[in-house]
């Protein structure tokens, strides 16, 4: 019973620090007095959102680096599908039972491209 009890605090502790960090946060908000409206209603995960609006106006003008450095390591990943992966795919799928290779590995390695 104290556990539980002690564990509730804590909760309760944690929780009511969260909204006071929350509040300022938007205080300073609406001092500010900055808001810029989306440009649309829609979730970008939402697939009907292509037909409802303009992703690219949505985006940001300086996207995220890692965006970036996924497509300059593309060729390097695509390399390496073609040099290792794919080649012990095939190996393995020669001799199944000695290397466990299912039928469901057949099926998604007949689906590459």
């Given at each position: 019973?104290?556990?539980?009890a002690?564990?509730?605090?804590?909760?309760?502790l944690a929780?009511?620090?969260?909204?006071?960090?929350?509040?300022?946060?938007q205080?300073?908000?609406?001092?500010?007095?900055?808001?810029?409206?989306?440009?649309?209603?829609?979730?970008?995960m939402?697939?009907?959102?292509?037909?409802?609006?303009?992703?690219?106006?949505?985006?940001?003008?300086?996207?995220?680096?890692?965006r970036w450095?996924?497509?300059?390591?593309?060729p390097?990943?695509?390399?390496?599908?073609?040099?290792?992966?794919?080649?012990?795919y095939?190996?393995?799928?020669?001799?199944?039972y000695l290397?466990g290779?299912?039928?469901?590995?057949?099926?998604l390695?007949?689906?590459?491209?």
């Amino acid at each position: 019973m104290r556990t539980t009890a002690l564990a509730v605090g804590i909760l309760l502790l944690a929780t009511s620090v969260g909204c006071a960090g929350n509040s300022q946060q938007q205080a300073s908000a609406d001092a500010d007095r900055s808001y810029t409206a989306p440009a649309s209603i829609y979730s970008v995960m939402d697939p009907t959102s292509l037909i409802y609006t303009d992703v690219a106006a949505g985006a940001a003008a300086y996207d995220n680096p890692w965006r970036w450095a996924g497509f300059l390591l593309n060729p390097a990943g695509v390399a390496l599908d073609y040099g290792v992966n794919r080649p012990i795919y095939t190996l393995s799928s020669q001799m199944p039972y000695l290397f466990g290779y299912t039928s469901e590995d057949s099926m998604l390695d007949s689906q590459r491209r």
